[in-house]
């Protein structure tokens, strides 16, 4: 048992280790919509021209805004458009166009009866404005198995995600999505998966209704006080009371976050259907709040310097056509023409330090990059992915019989930048779990780990300790203040 131990520790300790085999959703399956042409329009056109109405009324509302701080969440309300859309139509004061590349999007059960977590397996949601990949992380999600389930497509008939989504096309433009519905859950244990997701680059947006067919005046009642119990984040005034809100589970997933990391809440908007398009004896209640946080860190990717999930896939595609030429396999000319257009891109003569990375069944084969900016993006992935494929000291060259099995992953780093610290405990308050890949440098000694590399060392004194071991370094010499430490970010794009 020693021996097993110490040989998974030096794996570890040489950065061989950092994904696990998963399941995948069907890639050619894609959720449609169930609620087009009820609860919004199935129309493009017409879907699109009610936003904008609904967006234009919202803009008459005056919300002051807290200054220098970031959008990290929202709760938007999931009844019909007439109804509710009106306050849906107040993320428009927060939200903007490329400014999120990835989006996790709670929303209750209302039909099945689930505990916990629930994502769709699809490879995609499909609304009348357009189709959304999943994250990868959604894959992720799917390894805690105790925590998410796998919900067939043929059982998904959740309107709680599907009627945020149109908004969110329309606000934010291009996103890639998570998706969660969520029944009865482990606040704690739920908290702990989705905090693990974020980055500067992710936004939370919680879908809820309140208070259900009570009337006018009493609804108004009750509504207030949960407002007011999620704005002053008090779950306690929440939990175990009836029809306070649908999305309760999410509802307290959200406010548990927003305890932990000292985000603000600012109600954007709240109504009834008593207001919009109901009777006033039985009403719905509704809100749009955002939750804000301190501004990114500014080495990470703004969204200027990030690239589309397009974009991504181009570059995992020319790392594969480079690999696959280096073996011996030309293009095929509708490869060829599909692949030149899309790298004539202005963006990949930007200059980036890069990163391509080679899994078979879920283990690494290769991991080869530079840090600096020394080449473009379009050289950087060419010249990585060769190294990684056939000159990573760590193994033999790739076969062409390996290749056929091969997963590529390329990366775009941010530029490294010192990290100030005054001793360990500082060292390790400071690092980002999830978010920061690393550089460790003493003498002519040094390593690095991608942020990927947390999904396995989720401890920072652990994840420091083997990337010690890496740099051929004693385990503990992360707690020397004479080791130099630096933080960089990454963008990364898993081949679909």
């Known amino acids: 048992m020693q021996i097993l131990k110490s040989s998974f520790i030096a794996l570890l300790a040489a950065g061989l280790i950092i994904s696990v085999h998963c399941n995948r959703a069907h890639a050619d399956t894609v959720r449609q919509p169930v609620r087009a042409g009820s609860f919004y329009p199935a129309d493009p056109a017409e879907l699109a021209r009610m936003i904008d109405r609904l967006t234009e009324k919202a803009q008459k509302t005056s919300v002051r805004l807290p ?3 970031a959008l990290r969440a929202l709760i938007m309300p999931h009844a019909g458009y007439i109804y509710s859309g009106w306050t849906a139509a107040h993320a428009a004061m927060v939200l903007r166009k490329n400014r999120f590349s990835k989006v996790i999007l709670m929303g209750p059960d209302h039909h099945l009866g689930i505990r916990n977590g ?3 397996d699809v490879a995609a949601y499909q609304t009348p404005l357009g189709r959304i990949d999943l994250h990868p992380d959604t894959r ?7 925590q998410f389930r796998s919900l067939p497509v043929s059982m998904d008939r959740e309107h709680s995600l599907e009627v945020i989504l149109p908004f969110l096309q329309t606000y934010l433009g291009e996103f890639e999505l998570v998706p969660i519905v969520v029944g009865h859950a482990n606040v704690g244990r739920l908290t702990e998966a989705i905090r693990d997701l974020f980055d500067d680059q992710t936004l939370l947006v919680v879908s809820s209704d309140l208070s259900h067919f009570l009337g006018y005046s009493e609804a ?18 929440l939990a175990g009371k009836p029809n306070r809100a649908c999305g309760l589970w999410p509802l307290l997933v959200l406010m548990e976050l927003a305890k932990r990391n000292q ?11 008593g207001d919009t398009a109901g009777g006033r004896s039985r009403v719905v209640g509704y809100a749009t709040i955002a939750f804000f946080g301190d501004q990114p860190m500014d080495n990470t990717l703004d969204s200027q310097a990030r690239f589309t999930p397009e974009q991504g896939q181009a570059l995992v595609r020319l790392a594969r056509h480079t690999i696959s030429e280096k073996l011996g396999r030309n293009l095929s000319d509708a490869d060829f023409a599909a692949q030149g257009p899309a790298l004539q891109d202005e963006d990949f003569k930007r200059h980036c330090g890069t990163f391509v990375t080679l899994k078979i069944k879920g283990q690494l084969r290769g991991c080869i990059g530079n840090l600096t900016s020394a080449e473009t993006v379009w050289e950087g992935v060419k010249r990585n992915a060769i190294n990684a494929a056939f000159h990573d000291p760590r193994f033999s060259p790739l076969t062409a019989k390996e290749f056929d099995q091969a997963e590529l992953e390329v990366s775009i780093l941010t530029e490294p930048r010192p990290l100030e610290y005054h001793d360990a405990e500082d060292l390790i308050q400071k ?32 994840f420091l300790s083997h990337l010690c071991l890496k740099a051929g370094l004693p385990s503990d010499a992360w707690k020397d203040r004479e080791l130099e430490v630096l933080t960089y970010q990454v963008q990364y794009f898993e081949e679909k």
Do not use: C
């Open 67 to 69: 200054r220098n701080k």
């Open 118 to 120: 629930a994502i769709s």
């Open 140 to 146: 992720r999600l799917r390894r805690q198995a105790a």
């Open 220 to 237: 108004l009642a009750m509504d207030r006080d949960t407002v007011t119990a999620i704005m002053e984040l008090n779950p306690s005034m």
């Open 263 to 273: 985000w603000q809440p600012v109600l954007l908007h709240y109504s009834n259907s």
């Open 431 to 462: 690092l980002r779990v999830k978010v920061d890949g690393v550089i460790i440098r003493k003498g002519h000694a040094s390593a690095t780990f991608l942020p990927q590399v947390w999904e396995q060392l989720p401890h920072p004194d652990q």
